[in-house]
């Protein structure tokens, strides 16, 4: 038997729920891991590749250094990427910073949002916190992308569907009533 | 206070007789004596002529050089054009900016003088130039700018910076401009002496059908631009039902680079009035609007001084020439900083009192035009061609040119040439010859007719000017060898995001993401795809958009594309996997570093 | 009544005279798309997305009428293509995060894209920042949903006999206002027709959102234009 095909997960600046959506493929997950090898993932916490994967799949998109840092490694560990969730691909609910100066939204965030108690009035700085990019990137404005699956989260089926037609090599559009874009 | 801009502006709505279609004098005077059209002062408007407070500021906000805030005593609006920038713009903003310690678009705390910049204003054989508040300053240089910024200091009267006058009726008592014609050459249609009435005084021999048959067969085309037959569109509207007709004579001349109406509207005024009322009898007209557009504004009391005249010796007005019953009026409606009122249906548009916002076609402007009566537009080449014709005959006119595009045709030349200025040549003329008439060396790539038309390199320098071939309203801009191809088009791309309505979305938001695809190769990030991507994305524009400024903004960027061959090398590369090329880290973690005062780590 | 016969797709339609092309492919049961051309209100032609060709040149359906014996084309590659691109570029425009947005499952940009099945932008998003309009009791504007397709301003004028929108400023700063300083100082009413016309979560009713639960709401199933297509079918 060939080896299963390599497939890696991600969640960047996003809330996992598309990953709590790719856990709602319930008993398919079973024949998803028949189907594939899971690699780097939240899902069994390796938290550094193994082997050169056939798919990445990143859920969120760049808010950080950090974020940029990953995605670069998992385009270059990665065959294929796949965006998954409007985060991903269009910013999501992060991307609303995106017209606001970086210095208003942490004043907004850390000292004047209402029930913050920071008496020090001391905005976070510690060497390890990675830097905020100045807005939001979709995940395709940083690296190429491959293939989307858009939703807030994707429907199971959706992900099911586009990742079962990808791993067999042909990329399919998803069905009228599986693409959503809430 | 209130009640005085209360009063006043009442006052000016009177005159214009609380119509609402003119409502861009009425705005036009309240900037004048206010400075602006401000809030209180749009309520005034809307509640004067029976209108909506919105469909005021609709108006106000869509023409540049009206404003909503409050402007300084003087404007100083320098020309932002890509001929003033090869001259030295750059240098000359920077020093009266300096001078009057304001970056461009401020007003010094005193309110007395804003500084801010203009599309083309006209004047690119004389760049860099600007207008200040009406009054024409041309051949800038960082020296004269902060002159000029002395002096307007001292006395804030723009009139008093014309020191020295310029040739023909630009020292006239009316003009006294500092603007030069440059005329270098002078051609029998255009340039030659005209008698006063003398096209009219044949026209009203004939009958008014023989008139539209005369210019049909001197095959006279339009000088605008689309090079319409003008014969044809006279008798359409003339055919046309309906009862008021109106001729309208296109003097918005907004292209960059073109300058030759200005020329003709300074020294052929009287050839173009009699052009008009030969149209006006032909189509069975009493009225003629001239639009002006705002930045020859300084023409304006000439104008009105030339049809003052022409009423006088009966060349307007009632029984003109003793015509019983023919009578023809002309009124001068100013524009206000707004390049898209050029199109025929936005120039309506604006003259009725609207924000320049081209009309869906069908009904054309001759069925349908201004106020919903049929209506031409002319070019104010063309109608000075009408009256030469009339008096001279479509036969002599029609021997002159190219088989399909005949009679002569005024070029404004302009750029990296020796002699930049206003010919009028035959058409049928080569781009090299101009190259040469205008002492152009080393000549790279001609943009014929301006941005909106076709970018040519030097394997077409053999192509000839007429409709067939390179076509032309009228200018020439000519490029050296060492300016950058895809730099022009980007340029010109912002002056067409800048100028286009936003009505429709091809133009309104598929210009600004391809200037994003031009700029993104100018950064030299850019990949093969990214070329098919502009030129698919100019060819989606290009067709799709609803009026001819969509349809033809892309067109600098297929000519650099088409031309570009020798630069591509430099500026597209296939990219290893990784981060994209358009994606700066480094900038983008800029903010981050400057407030957390440490590098980031992986930059 | 005069008629004229023309071809759209080589399927022969008849139209009255002076009807558009739209409204006559509509009435034959030829979906084509479209975003600002709305029932009862006068075409805009802003858009673009229901543009044909006709004999070649492209021209907007709403705006254009039939002639006779007009050759028109629709379905085409080119078409399809060139309307995608404009539900693209009005997605990049404005801020649509249609995820917390009321109007999903309920919107016309929306269901466009879901027709054309797009994933994912194909341009670079704009974010501009624009603002939202809460001064009103019982209805809000959100600027960074609205598409400028000037519905809201033509049903105000032409059926609630108000003047309540007009867009200002010009090209790409183009934006709609309202007549005064913001929406409290106008006379809409939650029930005036220009509400109702937005197709897009700009406009909006307060307190009434995400009553329909997703999966029953108009598009979730359907996609748009289908009830058109269906008339032609029988
Ligand atoms: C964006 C745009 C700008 C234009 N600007 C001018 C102009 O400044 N002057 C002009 O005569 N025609 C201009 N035109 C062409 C006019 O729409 C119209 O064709 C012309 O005035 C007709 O006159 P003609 O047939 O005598 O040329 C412009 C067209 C477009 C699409
Ligand atoms: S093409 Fe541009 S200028 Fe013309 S109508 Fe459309 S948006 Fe306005
Ligand atoms: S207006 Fe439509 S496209 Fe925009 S966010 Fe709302 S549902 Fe999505
Ligand atoms: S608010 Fe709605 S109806 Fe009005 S212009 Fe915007 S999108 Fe169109
Ligand atoms: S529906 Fe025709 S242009 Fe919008």
Redesign the pocket.
Known sequence: MAAKPRIATVSLAGCFGCHMSLLDLDERILKLAELVEFDRSPINDYKDFRARCAVGVVEGGCCTEENVHVLERFRKQCDLLVSIGECAISGGIPAMRNNIPLRECLEEAYLKSPGVYNPGGVIPNDPEIPLLLHRLYPCHEVVKIDLFIPGCPPPADAIWDALVSLLAGRPAAPAYDRLK?D | MKRALAKITGEICKKFGNDPTRMMDIAMAVQERFGCVSPEAMDEIARAVNSHRVEVESLVTFYGFLSVKPQGKVVIRLCRDIIDWMKGYESVADAMSRELGVSMGETTPDGAITLTHAPCIGMSDQAPAALVNEVVVTHLTPERGRQLVRDLRRHLDPQQLVTMVGDGNNDHPLVRSMVRNNIRMRGPVHFADFEPGSGLRRALTLKPMDVIREIKESRLRGRGGAGFPAGLKWEMAANAPGGKRYVICNADEGEPGTFKDRVLLTECTGQLLEGMAIAGYAVGSDTGIIYLRGEYRYLLPYLESVIEERLRRGFLGRDILGKKGFRFDVRVQMGAGAYICGEETALISSCEGLPGVPKNRPPFPPQQGYLGCPTIVNNVETLCCVSRILLEGAAWFASMGSPRTTGTKVLSICGDCRKPGVYEVPFGISARELIEMSEAENTGTMLIGGPCRQMIGSERFGGRICYDDLATGGAILIFNRARNKLEIAEHYLDFFIEESCGHCTPCRVGLILLKKAVHKVIEGAGEPSDLAEMRDLSNFIIRMSRCGLGQAAPNPVLGALEIFGDLSAGFVAERKPGLLPEFDLSKAVIDAEMRVGRQSKIV | MKTVTFTIDGKIVRADKGQTILKAAEAAGIYIPRLCACKDLVPHGSCRVCSVRVNGRIQASCVQTAAEGAIVESETDELREYRRNIIDML?VE?N???MF?E??GF?E??ALAYRFGITAPKYRLLYPKRDIDLSHPEVYLDHN?CILCGRCVRASQDLDRKNVFQFVERGCRKRLQVNGEALSDTDLRAADQAVSACP???LMRKRVGYAVPVGRRPYDEVPIGRDIEKKGEE
């Open positions: 874009y | 997605f404005g649509h995060f249609c947005c109007k999903s919107c940009l929306q949903r897009v979560g700009a």
